[in-house]
């Protein structure tokens, strides 16, 4: 359980860290202050644990499928199968009507290098391993 609720942390403030530096990326709602922060909390926890379930879901059929392709590029492919990730997500967040949009695939590449790499780093220093 307390990796899982790391696992989410972490994801939440990648995702932050994302919707903060790329353009085409964002939370609805206010964009400053203490009503931006209780505005879009929710949405953020609630996007993390969308792109945590898709992750989980979908992305071992994604690289099942285009193991050929990520063999030929030597894994730059991945980059791609984890953009379609995030538009999935931003897909499902649009259902559920959370606040969460991306802008097209180049932010949605954009957004998975900087997802990518904040996970990376924040694992490394948390320390969340699942071998534990």
């Known amino acids: 359980m307390v990796e899982f609720l790391a ?8 995702l932050a860290a994302a919707a903060q530096v790329m353009d085409g990326i964002r939370f ?8 931006e922060l ?3 909390l929710l949405p953020l926890l609630g996007v993390a ?13 994604l690289v099942v499928l285009s193991f050929p392709v990520i063999l030929l590029t030597l894994g730059l492919f991945l980059l791609v199968v984890n953009a ?21 695939f180049w932010p949605a590449v954009g957004g998975a290098i900087i997802i990518s790499v904040t996970t990376w780093v924040l694992d490394a220093i948390v320390g969340v391993d699942k071998d534990d």
């Open 49 to 61: 644990l969308i792109l945590a379930l898709v992750t989980a879901l979908v992305k071992p059929v």
């Open 38 to 40: 209780e505005h879009k």
């Open 28 to 35: 609805t709602g206010p964009t400053q202050g203490q009503a």
């Open 84 to 104: 379609l990730l995030l538009l999935i997500t931003d897909w499902l967040a649009d259902l559920f009507d959370v606040g969460f949009r991306v802008a097209g």
């Open 7 to 14: 696992r989410w942390a972490i994801t939440s403030v990648a």
